[in-house]
């Protein structure tokens, strides 16, 4: 068998947004690992709603957890109607008959990809966060953290799929679930939080690099992702958590603050499934034959 000669083998080149996300991504692995170690409030911390509702204990803590689950189930619901068997028999006009499924993929696969990470996350979430408020304590807030991990890894990724590149964003992925779920074990065993806070809120800081930046030539104009409206709604959320007390007095013990704050944060997940809609529609607007499948 002939191998071709190592001159001939040419490896894509990486564009100067992969070097930025890399060395941003290496920065923030370096400041997880050097930053002195501090602990955060108890994870048993007591919460400023802790009614029962029958013999569901905590109920308005763990109730406001279904948004979660809505916008995570209809999310995957989406993208398995991008994904749809019958939608490969339908050729898109103009493109010698290419399958939109197979035209989705080779464009935006990463994407989607992303996405259903993402949403998944979002159920994740929903399940963690039940788990932990039915009853607080170490193990279960870890749990409660690894559903968020999934579902930061989700939005990371595909921010930086619409932002960056296709292969970048699946990376982008990849590399914030394997950090968030080590800071979750870190946490866990020494209960030093700082790797925690690092995946938050320095997620939350290439999220808002990322929202800075006009979106990739490879894929421009395929997803409509609003980022900054996901930033708006996590930044609500957490002075919601910070005020949970504050919240639950203001409201003459109607709600409290943590009980928003999942309320507020679930609708990060909106802007995500407002792009899937309009990665179907400007597909589908070319392809009368996929539309009338998927009416």
């Given at each position: 068998m002939h191998l071709p000669a190592l001159s001939t083998l040419s490896l894509p080149v990486s564009t100067r947004r992969e070097h930025v996300m890399l060395s941003a991504f290496a920065l923030l692995a370096l400041f997880a690992a050097a930053c002195p170690a501090f602990t955060g409030p108890e994870a048993v911390s007591v919460f400023a709603d802790d009614r029962g509702w029958h013999s569901l204990p905590n109920a308005m803590d763990v109730l406001s957890n279904l948004p979660f689950l809505v916008i995570g189930v209809l999310g995957?619901?989406?993208?398995?109607?991008?994904?749809?068997?019958?939608?490969?028999?339908?050729?898109?006009?103009?493109?010698?008959?290419?399958?939109?499924?197979?035209?989705?993929?080779?464009r935006l696969g990463n994407s989607l990809d992303c996405a259903w990470l993402f949403f998944a996350g979002l159920i994740a979430c929903a399940a963690g966060s039940v788990f932990y408020h039915l009853q607080?304590?170490?193990?279960r807030l870890a749990a409660d953290r690894a559903g968020m991990a999934i579902a930061f890894a989700g939005l990371i990724g595909f921010a930086a799929c619409d932002r960056v590149s296709q292969r970048a964003g699946w990376a982008a992925a990849w590399l914030t679930l394997a950090g968030g779920l080590l800071a979750v074990a870190v946490w866990f065993e020494t209960g030093n939080v700082a790797p925690w806070a690092t995946v938050q809120f320095g997620g939350m800081a290439l999220v808002l690099l990322l929202a800075l930046t006009k979106p990739s030539p490879e894929g421009a104009g395929a997803v409509d992702l609003k980022l900054g409206w996901v930033i708006f709604f996590y930044a609500l959320a957490k002075l919601f958590e910070l005020s949970d007390h504050a919240v639950y007095e203001a409201t003459h013990h109607i709600v409290s603050g943590h009980s928003v704050?999942?309320?507020?944060?679930?609708?990060?997940?909106?802007?995500?499934?407002?792009?899937?809609?309009t990665v179907g529609w400007q597909t589908l607007r070319h392809n009368p034959v996929a539309a009338a499948i998927t009416a």
């Open positions: 995957l619901h989406r993208l398995r109607r991008l994904d749809r068997p019958e939608l490969a028999a339908a050729p898109i006009v103009g493109l010698a008959d290419e399958p939109v499924s197979v035209a989705l993929n080779q607080p304590d170490l193990l704050k999942h309320l507020t944060a679930a609708l990060a997940g909106l802007p995500v499934l407002q792009a899937l809609q």
